[in-house]
Nanobody, 126 residues
Framework: QVQLVESGGGLVQAGDSLRLSCAAS????????MGWFRQAPGKEREFVAA????????AYADSVKGRFTIFRDNAKNTVYLQMNSLRPEDTAVHYCAAVVLRFGVLPVQVTEYDYWGQGTQVTVSS
């Protein structure tokens, strides 16, 4: 079965960087769009970034544009989220998600993804 396992979360100070990883198994990784979402306490899960089959096709939420970078290594079945200039408002559980490749705009809605990881906590102190 499909498994997505996130890692790399932690407690950091504002302005620091973190790199999240999501290792996928049970699927042909290069045939999937990968996304990162996050959910803060009391809030709905929200889109952060998505990537097509290669790093040339990406999308970002306005709140992270210019600070976060999503990229993938298809040989390692892994997608990454490099997070720089972290802010307290980035504090959330971060999830990776997968959906089969399709043409058109990269999906940004929770309901558009079929597979989810268990999440990794990112906490940014001020």
């Amino acid at each position: 079965q499909v498994q997505l396992v996130e890692s790399g979360g932690g407690l950091v100070q504002a302005g620091d960087s973190l790199r999240l990883s999501c290792a996928a198994s049970g699927l042909t990784f290069s045939r999937y769009i990968m996304g990162w979402f996050r959910q803060a306490p009391g809030k709905e899960r929200e889109f952060v970034a998505a990537i097509g089959w290669n790093s040339g096709n990406t999308a970002y939420a306005d709140s992270v544009k210019g600070r976060f970078t999503i990229f993938r290594d298809n040989a390692k079945n892994t997608v990454y989220l490099q997070m720089n200039s972290l802010r307290p408002e980035d504090t959330a559980v971060h999830y990776c998600a997968a959906v089969v490749l399709r043409f058109g705009v990269l999906p940004v809605q929770v309901t558009e993804y079929d597979y989810w990881g268990q999440g990794t906590q990112v906490t940014v102190s001020s």
